[in-house]
T-cell receptor
Framework: DAGVIQSPRHEVTEMGQEVTLRCKPISGHNSLFWYRQTMMRGLELLIYFNNNVPIDDSGMPEDRFSAKMPNASFSTLKIQPSEPRDSAVYFC???????????FGSGTRLTVV | SQKIEQNSEALNIQEGKTATLTCNYTNYSPAYLQWYRQDPGRGPVFLLLIRENEKEKRKERLKVTFDTTLKQSLFHITASQPADSATYLCALAPSGGYNKLIFGAGTRLAVHP
């Protein structure tokens, strides 16, 4: 298995533009997670899906952020409009079942200028 | 408030010695706790999982302990090597049925030859 695949690896965009981050979880994993990592705040959970259904989105910062999981093999995290404070590394992770380990992707480094 | 605390200062040790990293938590009753390793520019990688009814877990040169009375987990690397240099993150899953990991800020370990 190729692991959790995220794209793009790097994204530089101007303030106000829409940004879409993509994730392909490991086949057979039931849960998918979006995290954001910054030096100041560490690794923060944004949203969690189980069997393609959003379970907990309490970490989504504000309405500018949205996430979807249309099927078991694909998820997107969208920021519209983007702001400089959204600059961070965004990780997607998946796990097979509750109580199991997570497999993280390589992350998307987002820079909003 | 709920907190997960790891030493923010880097831990510097000599090759061959045992590294011990600490994870303390407050206002959580975790069902399990996990340890991850993160290298610069990469996503976290799972190392060990320990459940609330387990006191100790081992894997090769790694050992994790979990004391739910002290609300503390210790992570040990024996016979440390320069290749063990990385940031180590502890993460716990609050009890309540959610497969949702909350991460500490991590401790950076540097093993010197």
């Amino acid at each position: 298995d190729a692991g959790v695949i995220q794209s793009p690896r790097h994204e530089v965009t101007e303030m106000g533009q829409e940004v879409t981050l993509r994730c392909k979880p490991i086949s057979g994993h039931n849960s998918l997670f979006w995290y954001r990592q910054t030096m100041m705040r560490g690794l923060e959970l944004l949203i969690y899906f189980n069997n393609n259904v959003p379970i907990d989105d309490s970490g989504m910062p504000e309405d500018r952020f949205s996430a979807k999981m249309p099927n078991a093999s694909f998820s997107t995290l969208k920021i519209q409009p983007s702001e400089p404070r959204d600059s961070a590394v965004y990780f997607c992770a998946s796990s097979r079942d509750e109580g199991e380990s997570y497999t993280f992707g390589s992350g998307t480094r987002l820079t909003v200028v | 408030s709920q907190k997960i605390e790891q030493n923010s200062e880097a831990l510097n040790i000599q090759e061959g010695k045992t590294a011990t990293l600490t994870c303390n938590y407050t206002n959580y009753s975790p069902a399990y706790l996990q340890w991850y390793r993160q290298d610069p520019g990469r996503g976290p990688v799972f190392l060990l999982l320990i459940r609330e009814n387990e006191k100790e877990k081992r894997k090769e040169r790694l050992k994790v302990t979990f004391d739910t009375t002290l609300k503390q987990s210790l992570f040990h690397i024996t016979a440390s090597q320069p290749a063990d240099s990385a940031t180590y993150l502890c993460a716990l899953a609050p009890s309540g049925g959610y497969n949702k990991l909350i991460f500490g800020a991590g401790t950076r370990l540097a093993v010197h030859p």
